[in-house]
């Protein structure tokens, strides 16, 4: 009883569409077909079905190609050794010199081998090279397939050409086959991250990614059920369209290739700048901000993406921010 009243408020036109617009108005007609948020439970099978995928990409691509630029597993092999385990487990894995002295001591050991067994167990802590490297790849041919099938889905749309026909008919806006496809990969891409962050290779920004894939899958899944599919794409691509140069930077740098590394991160960088700095705010805000007002009154959806799209602007000045630091670095260390 309690679901249901939270289902019924949770779902009041009033925050999801404009007003004098029902649900009633969305429902499937002439053929048409409109967006429904029962449409995104698919989403969490295909990212396990993806999940499968990469593990066989992995496999099978990304590991001979790993293979190729002469990465190999660092996997150190280490003497096992209890009362070291537990101590490293259980105490500390710094121990101080009185700790080397006393563990010495009890495993009939040097102080140096303690030592050495020490440093050894904290580098197999550390992720390995070509774990990252087949991460890397993974994403990167994900993100490109993603690019050119966002490009071949958007170039003969009126309103990537002229903004206002991104609200010419809105909501009332049918569902297109390739806007459907084009969504449902994205999300189920970002579940499949979000699912696989337990298993990938450990990182010190765990938490950050876990707060953008959430935050990506929040953005998507509200502009899907508030049918703002057509700015929804647009954003999708701004993005998807840098991220392929800094995953193909990281396969570069794991694989030892300086130059290549740092000409690919400089590509992404411009481009980031493009994208998230000048394009977002000053042709995908401007869209999704001011022209609606031309159309509608400001209702609560209206209000709530277009919080969203703000916060996520923040967040590239932050990562730019960070970006600028890394060009400094990689400059003048040349």
Not at 40 to 57: G, K, N, S, V, W
Not at 119 to 138: D, G, H, I, T, V
Not at 320 to 325: M, W
């Amino acid at each position: 009883r309690m679901f249901q009243t939270f289902k019924e408020w949770f779902w009041l036109e009033r925050f999801w569409l404009p007003p004098t617009i029902k649900w009633s108005d969305l429902e499937d007609h002439d053929g048409l077909v409109f967006v429904k948020p029962s449409h995104l439970y698919i989403t969490i099978p295909y990212a396990f079905l993806l999940l499968i995928i990469r593990h066989l990409f992995e496999k099978f691509i990304a590991l001979p190609l790993a293979k190729t630029f002469g990465i190999k597993s660092t996997g150190q092999k280490i003497i096992p050794n209890t009362v070291l385990e537990n101590f490293f487990k259980h105490s500390t894995r710094r121990p101080s010199q009185t700790d080397i002295y006393g563990l010495a001591k009890k495993c009939n050991l040097t102080e140096r081998q303690v030592e050495r067994w020490f440093r050894s167990r904290q580098n197999q802590q550390r992720p390995c090279r070509l774990k990252k490297f087949q991460e890397a790849c993974w994403r990167f041919t994900f993100y490109l397939m993603m690019t050119v099938a966002g490009i071949a889905f958007l170039y003969d749309k009126p309103w990537v050409y002229d903004l206002w026909e991104v609200w010419n008919g809105y909501p009332k806006q049918p569902l297109l086959p390739s806007q459907y496809w084009y969504y449902i990969l994205e999300m189920s891409f970002y579940w499949s991250l979000l699912f696989s962050l337990g298993s990938d290779a450990k990182r010190k920004d765990f938490l950050a990614h876990v707060i953008h894939h959430l935050a990506a899958i929040s953005l998507m899944s509200f502009s899907w059920c508030a049918n703002y599919i057509r700015s929804g794409t647009l954003v999708m691509v701004v993005h998807d369209v840098a991220d392929i140069w800094l995953e193909s930077a990281k396969m570069f740098s794991y694989a030892g290739w300086r130059q290549t590394c740092n000409a690919l991160f400089f590509i992404f960088s411009v481009l980031f700048f493009i994208s998230r700095l000048i394009i977002f705010p000053f042709w995908i805000l401007y869209c999704t901000l001011i022209l609606p007002l031309h159309y509608l009154e400001p209702f609560f959806s209206y209000i709530f993406l277009n919080l969203q799209l703000m916060i996520l602007q923040i967040l590239h000045l932050y990562w730019g921010y960070f970006i600028v630091k890394m060009l400094k670095r990689c400059i003048f260390t040349q």
